[in-house]
């Protein structure tokens, strides 16, 4: 378990999403004897949710399953409609940065705003005192100033606390993990043992809202405008091709650009201005400068002074050696000992001191 305290009549809002994780959640946190409450929030308008797919984590199936889990384990349970929540803060936020020419990171964003936003307010208004999720991350304490800390997950290849990692302190401080000292293989078998129904249901997606569109024909139909055509152009400007809107391309991306060329070509940056997409070869995308702001601190208060530290510029991304130093202003410099691969402008950097979340901000540009 992520906190240790007296349990008697500590009430727990747990999210649910029907999945084995969430589920799990459940069984763990009523084991340590809290009063457990489940919720299911309710992301999209009722038009859509009826339709959603199945690895949806607010589709009707994944409803029925949370409603069943429990009433095997007999607690309260409440779908809560955060439809228009979840609409202002992580669908208006994924189409816009694409639009921007930006990579969203939408998981960071629903963290936040919504599983330890909404649905905490949401638990003190049912008088829970904590939150807890299916996250594979953990919670400790710092004696030494009592800082609330955000650590990676016992499993390193599911570990979730790079989606975590703009929570707040006082989020941080009503928020549990459970899974947080499980690897996924061990959590599914567990499952199995507590004859936890949902233990075999496969994951969930990693846009959810998205279901089987592809991203930019998503973006249209929500917003209403046209993705407009334009130009692809090497480095030094000559057009070498077309593409389809810029929201239909990030960086880094290899497929889908249509020239024949001697070397595979890549998008290497987005000319929101000109409405210019720019390509070139694997060796344009290395980086080794990586400029960050809205930077959140989770370890420590702020920074004074140059530290070393392991970042990551996207989740899959192998942690890397770096210096940050702060440039003020919520921003910040980190300079990666070897070059990196396609850090992409509106996905999240987040830094690490060994398994602990040092604090993330979000990427502006690359150098």
């Not at 029925?64 to 228009?84: K, L, M």
């Amino acid at each position: 378990m992520s906190k240790k305290r007296s349990n008697s009549k500590v009430k727990v809002v747990v999210g649910m999403s029907g999945g084995v994780d969430s589920s799990l959640a459940v069984a763990l946190i009523k084991k340590e004897g809290y009063d457990v409450i489940g919720v299911t929030f309710r992301m999209w308008p009722k038009e859509e949710c009826g339709t959603s797919s199945k690895r949806a984590c607010c589709s009707l199936e994944a409803v029925t399953r949370a409603r069943a889990v429990s009433e095997d384990f007999g607690i309260p349970y409440y779908v809560v409609d955060f439809s228009s929540d979840f609409k202002k803060y992580v669908i208006d936020y994924f189409c816009s940065e694409y639009l921007k020419g930006q990579t969203p990171n939408p998981c960071v964003i629903c963290n936040q705003k919504i599983k330890f936003g909404c649905m905490l307010d949401k638990a003190r208004s049912l008088g829970a005192s904590y939150v807890a999720t299916g996250h594979y991350a953990r919670i400790g304490r710092d004696k030494s100033n009592g800082r609330y800390l955000l650590k990676e997950g016992a499993d390193k290849s599911k570990d979730q606390s790079y989606f975590l990692f703009n929570l707040s302190q006082a989020q941080l401080k009503h928020a549990i993990f459970p899974l947080g000292g499980l690897t996924k293989v061990k959590a599914r078998a567990l499952a199995r043992k507590m004859k936890i129904r949902t233990y075999n249901t496969v994951s969930s997606q990693d846009i959810c809202f998205v279901r089987d569109q592809k991203y930019a024909e998503y973006i249209k139909n929500k917003v209403g405008i046209d993705i407009n055509p334009g130009n692809i152009v090497d480095k030094t400007g000559k057009v070498i091709g077309s593409h389809k809107g810029i929201a239909f391309y990030t960086i880094g991306q290899r497929r889908g650009l249509g020239i024949a060329h001697k070397e595979p070509l890549y998008v290497t940056a987005i000319d929101i201005e000109n409405n210019r997409v720019i390509a070139g070869v694997k060796e344009d995308l290395m980086k080794k400068v990586v400029i960050a702001d809205r930077f959140n601190w989770i370890s420590i208060k702020e920074m004074n002074k140059p530290l070393k530290v392991m970042a990551k510029i996207r989740y899959n991304h192998k942690k890397a050696k770096a210096v940050v130093t702060n440039m003020g202003a919520g921003a910040v410099r980190v300079d990666f000992v070897e070059p990196q691969s396609a850090p992409t402008p509106g996905q999240a950097l987040v830094l690490y001191d060994k398994d602990i979340v040092i604090g993330g901000g979000w990427i502006r540009e690359a150098l």
